[in-house]
């Protein structure tokens, strides 16, 4: 049987460009309970950037959430994970999946799976600078370097560092040749793959993304291994996690109906704006709400009329309630 790891039941994937503050917020007030990443912010950004406060600040009401670094020094990645720690992040999450480019031109994400020892000491690094769990979001493997054998080579080492969490993405990705797009959908889900790694490894936690999108998958996964993540399908239909704390995490609380979200939501823009936040980048997180239900579409475009406007704010919302 897996062991049980109630936080990581459940979680979102961290997503370039999507899983921002704002869409987290979004998904707290749908759930509580699960676990919720931030985009993947590399070393350089916090150790060079002039404004590491823009990619590290969060609200309180994200909590759990983990940062995810990306980078492929042990030492810039220790450094980052206690500057996150500080912050009040609850778990550092290492980014040794990503497939782009730009990713790769920096020696890091997917392609570190070719070389395991150095990603065992980036765990055993960060490990010796923090108290709070320090995971590794990863591939089944890499063109070259894609059979189970490897995979659990690569599992070994991090396993030996110390790694507490091992979050996998049940494809290879290939470095050559696909788009990060295509690197998604192309090549072939082995969800036994990651099926047979918890059974070589009972006592690490493991997580399985990849393709999953209803709640019939995702119980059919915990059946095998502790948690299951979400990704794309999360960001489509952000309301598919409206029992989530009931069916995963046993609350007894009433799910939130999408009218509550919307109007739990207006404080929140008031408060971005009085920021100088600007009220799009809120509500296009929230297109997909209404997700297969009649008058999505109907939904979609009062939003889209006028998020963009010149002294667009919460009212939208507003006024879209009073319909």
């Not at 060079?48 to 309180?60: A, I, M, Q, T």
């Not at 980078?71 to 996150?84: N, Q, T, Y």
């Not at 291994?225 to 069916?247: K, T």
Request: neutral net charge; proline residues 5%.
């Amino acid at each position: 049987m897996p062991s049980l790891v109630p936080s990581h039941r459940i979680s979102v994937a961290p997503m370039m460009d999507w899983t921002d503050r704002h869409f987290r917020f979004l998904m707290r007030l749908i759930s509580k309970q699960t676990l919720l990443y931030t985009e993947m912010v590399t070393t350089g950004a916090i150790l060079r950037g002039k404004d590491n406060h823009r990619y590290l600040d969060f609200s309180k009401e994200e909590h759990p959430v983990v940062l995810q670094l990306g980078g492929d020094s042990p030492v810039s990645l220790a450094e980052c994970a206690k500057i996150g720690e500080d912050y009040g992040y609850d778990e550092i999450n290492l980014n040794v999946g990503c497939p782009s480019d730009r990713v790769q031109s920096g020696s890091f994400g997917a392609c570190l799976m070719k070389d395991p020892d150095l990603v065992a000491e980036m765990v055993f690094a960060c490990k010796g600078k923090v108290k709070v769990p320090v995971t590794v979001k990863h591939r089944i493997g890499v063109n070259g370097k894609e059979s189970y054998e490897d995979l659990h080579h690569f599992v070994s080492k991090i396993n030996a560092a110390g790694v507490d969490h091992s979050i996998v993405h049940a494809r290879i990705a290939i470095l050559e040749g696909l788009s990060p797009k295509e690197n998604r959908t192309v090549p072939p889900l082995r969800y036994e793959d990651v099926y047979r790694l918890k059974t070589d490894f009972p006592d690490l936690p493991i997580t399985i993304n990849g393709g999953i999108k209803t709640h019939s998958e995702i119980k059919e996964h915990l059946m095998k291994v502790d948690g299951v993540m979400i990704g794309r399908a999360a960001y489509d239909n952000p309301y598919m996690f409206y029992e989530v704390d009931q069916l995963y995490y046993g609350s007894k609380e009433n799910p939130p109906s999408r009218e509550d979200v919307l109007r739990e939501l207006i404080p929140y823009i008031r408060s971005s704006l009085a920021r100088d936040g600007k009220v799009h980048h809120i509500l296009r997180h929230i297109l997909g709400l209404y997700f297969g239900e009649r008058g999505a579409r109907e939904y979609r475009k009062f939003l889209t009329d006028r998020m963009h406007l010149s002294g667009a704010n919460e009212s939208i919302l507003e006024d879209y309630l009073k319909r």
